[in-house]
Nanobody, 113 residues
Framework: VQLVESGGGLVQPGGSLTLSCAAT????????MSWYRQGPGTERELVAY????????HYADSVKGRFTISRDNYNNTVYLRMNSLKLEDAAVYYC???????WGQGTQVTVSS
């Protein structure tokens, strides 16, 4: 099982980024997926969740209306579109197979003016 995140970087407040997580080594379309984040000195927290078919999603209150999780089961990739980024969104973002111990290595998102 391998999860490889990409798309992080430096963005100004109010800006946008799209994170990608490429999955290999398992039947991607059979598994729910999640994005988590961990900021400096904070606990890792769930940001967004998507069911295996993409029919159900869930968001943390702090990102609701600004972030969108989606997936492409043909290309085995899950995405996190982040709009209207705030300083407090700065963190390392991780992709995870829901209800498993499989994590990606993370991608850094820095929000700074």
């Amino acid at each position: 099982v391998q999860l490889v995140e990409s798309g992080g970087g430096l963005v100004q407040p109010g800006g946008s980024l799209t994170l990608s997580c490429a999955a290999t080594g398992f039947t991607f379309s059979a598994y729910d997926m999640s994005w988590y984040r961990q900021g400096p000195g904070t606990e890792r927290e769930l940001v967004a969740y998507i069911s295996s078919t993409g029919s159900r999603t869930h968001y943390a209150d702090s990102v609701k209306g600004r972030f969108t999780i989606s997936r492409d089961n043909y290309n085995n990739t899950v995405y996190l579109r982040m709009n209207s980024l705030k300083l407090e969104d700065a963190a390392v973002y991780y992709c995870k197979i829901a209800r498993s111990l499989h994590w990606g290595q993370g991608t850094q998102v820095t929000v700074s003016s």
